[in-house]
Structure formats: structure tokens, C-alpha cells
T-cell receptor, first 113, second 112 residues
Framework: EPEVTQTPSHQVTQMGQEVILRCVPI?????FYWYRQILGQKVEFLVS????????KSEIFDDQFSVERPDGSNFTLKIRSTKLEDSAMYFC???????????FGPGTRLTVT | QKEVEQNSGPLSVPEGAIASLNCTYS??????FFWYRQYSGKSPELIMS????GDKEDGRFTAQLNKASQYVSLLIRDSQPSDSATYLC????????????FGTGTKLQVIP
């Protein structure tokens, strides 16, 4: 059964550095999402992406964040200048056009020091 | 602010018992409702989805939806220690792109 994959599984970076988190969605998924979960808190929506465009974003998704699908498979989340409060698990998710069910990748744990 | 509310628990049940998890939501326009299971340090795993009022059964899991009361529940029959996890209630936003809003989750502990 196909699965969403994410790399790296754990990223440690210094405050102010740029990070790129990568996701390979399931091939028949057309809608893509990034969520984050700060330790001990709930899963929060960051951004949705469809047809190579951002379709919706939350207040968290400020100018420091960007997403793109550089080729037909990868889907990336970039944080330009990381802050301590960006430390969290970041999950990529996707769904098909015919379903409302979102399937999550294993996540990337981002630690900003 | 659209909210999804859950009791954080922990909910402790003995092995073999029925675990009952509850959730309320604030957006009356929501049409799709999900239960995810999340083990510590892992990603949310979809276990049930429900779209219409009533019950939906899948194996040991039954999801129940009451849109008039804005209430969703999950029953786990014959609970096993491997069911010990945090259960996340999630509700979609109506519209084309359907972001999902999560509750804080209920931690379930199944005691052998």
C-alpha cells in the first residue's frame, strides 16, 4: 500500500537558519497539506496546496514559510529564518480529489536551537 | 474561531471493555468527521471517517455522528493494550480545499 514519505525524520538547526522539509505524496493525491504539532499540543493546519498554488493558509503560515512542488513528486515546506518556536513535528498530508480523507506522512521533527 | 473539543483524559479502561471517546465541534457547516489514532512520537493515523448522522462500524470501531448536537463519538469494543494511544477527533472545513481542524485528543490507556 502506498504511503506518504517525509525527509528528514529529524532536523536540528540553529536559530536564523533556513530549513527545507520534504514530502513525497501518494501518487494519486492531488490536494496537499502541511500541519505542525508542537510537543504536547494539538495538530495545527499550516497550508493547503492544489494545482501548484497555495489554496489556503493559516495565521501561522507567515512570510517566513513557503511551499512548492518543484517536480511532479516532491512537495516541500521551507522556513526561511527559523525561530525557537518553530520547533515542532511537521506533517505532510494528502488526499485524492474524490475523497475527504487525508493521509499523513511520518513527520519531520524540527529542533531549533 | 472554529473549535473541536475533546476531553484530554487519560481515559483508562480494562482490557476487553468498551472505550467511549467523545468530541464536539463548533462549525455547523462541517460535513466530514474523522478519528485519527496517534501513538507517542508518531503521526496521526486515520482509523474512521463519518459523513452522515448515525453509526458507522468498522471492525472493533464504531463512529457515531449527531449533527444536530454537533457531536461525534468513537467506540472501541474489546479494547486491547495496543489500542493505548491518543485519539484525535478531526473536522473538515466546508469548501473546496477542506483543511482539517483537530481537537487536542483523548489519551486512552487500556489496562491489561
Amino acid at each position: 500500500e502506498p504511503e506518504v514519505t517525509q525527509t528528514p525524520s529529524h532536523q536540528v538547526t540553529q536559530m536564523g537558519q533556513e530549513v527545507i522539509l520534504r514530502c513525497v505524496p501518494i501518487s494519486n493525491h492531488l490536494y496537499f497539506y502541511w500541519y505542525r504539532q508542537i510537543l504536547g499540543q494539538k495538530v495545527e493546519f499550516l497550508v493547503s496546496f492544489y494545482n501548484n498554488e497555495i489554496s489556503e493558509k493559516s495565521e501561522i503560515f507567515d512570510d517566513q514559510f513557503s511551499v512548492e512542488r518543484p517536480d511532479g513528486s516532491n512537495f516541500t515546506l521551507k522556513i526561511r529564518s527559523t525561530k525557537l518556536e518553530d520547533s515542532a513535528m511537521y506533517f505532510c498530508a494528502g488526499r485524492t480529489s474524490g475523497s475527504h480523507e487525508q493521509y499523513f506522512g511520518p513527520g519531520t521533527r524540527l529542533t531549533v536551537t | 474561531q472554529k473549535e473541536v473539543e475533546q476531553n484530554s483524559g487519560p481515559l483508562s479502561v480494562p482490557e476487553g471493555a468498551i472505550a467511549s471517546l467523545n468530541c464536539t465541534y463548533s462549525d455547523r457547516g462541517s460535513q466530514s468527521f474523522f478519528w485519527y489514532r496517534q501513538y507517542s512520537g508518531k503521526s496521526p493515523e486515520l482509523i474512521m471517517s463519518i459523513y452522515s448522522n448515525g453509526d458507522k462500524e468498522d471492525g472493533r470501531f464504531t463512529a457515531q455522528l449527531n449533527k444536530a448536537s454537533q457531536y461525534v463519538s468513537l467506540l472501541i469494543r474489546d479494547s486491547q493494550p495496543s489500542d493505548s494511544a491518543t485519539y484525535l477527533c478531526a473536522v473538515n472545513s466546508p469548501g473546496g480545499y477542506q483543511k482539517v481542524t483537530f481537537g487536542t485528543g483523548t489519551k486512552l490507556q487500556v489496562i491489561p
